[in-house]
């Protein structure tokens, strides 16, 4: 699958480059109507170095019925999952490595932000059906969003730059500071934290924070950054 990124329009393209892509993309593009969702369903990684680092591709489902299903894994554990009846599976690969890069980046997007791609149009690049999709709306002004700064609280930067903040405290991501999880003041409207020259607290500063304030333990596979003492 080739993968275009709008950074000015907000969207994302997909370009089927395999019969079987082609065959998926077509339906969705001839059937589909603008503003349909195409439900996130999951994905697959890439495994390096013994490590799940990179998501090789992502799962998209357009219609069908969605059931929950549960399996026993042990006595004591079961896993549940969705299950979707019907509709179409477009499966997210892509082609080169500049692709595979925004296969991460969506995956994210839909996984935290969105629970799957808004369908805004159809497109034909080089005789190729393609689709067009955003991953939301402003939730103030309707401009269509797709990074998962903006649509993890659907508002887009414009208006999260002119917002009054009304900042609550609690656990924090993202930011900066790039934090992966810690503690601090959002705003409750938009999302945004305060910024990086307002929070002076180190990565494993912010660990300890989670721990002791949440209850939710840290646990770092290398030493690497160290982990919080007290």
Request: glycine content about 10%; aromatic content about 10%; overall charge neutral.
């Amino acid at each position: 699958m080739h993968i275009i990124w709008n950074h000015v329009n907000n969207t994302v393209t997909f370009l089927p480059d395999s019969e079987a892509e082609t065959a998926v993309v077509k339906t969705i593009a001839t059937e589909a109507k603008p503003g349909e969702k195409l439900d996130y369903a999951g994905c697959d990684y890439e495994k390096e170095n013994n490590r799940y680092n990179t998501f090789l591709e992502i799962y998209l489902h357009f219609r069908g019925n969605k059931v929950r299903v549960s399996e026993q894994l042990s006595p004591t554990c079961t896993f549940t999952t969705n299950k979707y009846v019907g509709g179409q599976r477009l499966t997210v690969r892509g082609s080169t490595k500049k692709d595979k890069e925004l296969v991460n980046k969506i995956r994210a997007t839909c996984y935290l932000g969105t629970s799957g791609l808004i369908f805004v149009d159809k497109v034909e690049v080089d005789e190729a059906l393609g689709i067009i999709c955003t991953g939301c709306y402003c939730k103030v002004c309707n401009k269509p969003i797709i990074d998962l700064s903006e649509t993890e609280w659907k508002t887009c930067n414009a208006c999260s730059a002119v917002c009054q903040h009304e900042y609550e405290y609690g656990i924090v991501h993202g930011g900066p500071k790039k934090i992966d999880i810690g503690v601090g003041e959002f705003c409750g409207k938009c999302g945004r934290g305060k910024t990086h020259t307002e929070d002076s607290k180190s990565l494993s500063q912010h660990h300890a924070a989670v721990a002791e304030e949440f209850g939710i333990g840290v646990f770092y596979k290398s030493d690497f950054p160290p982990p919080p003492r007290g």
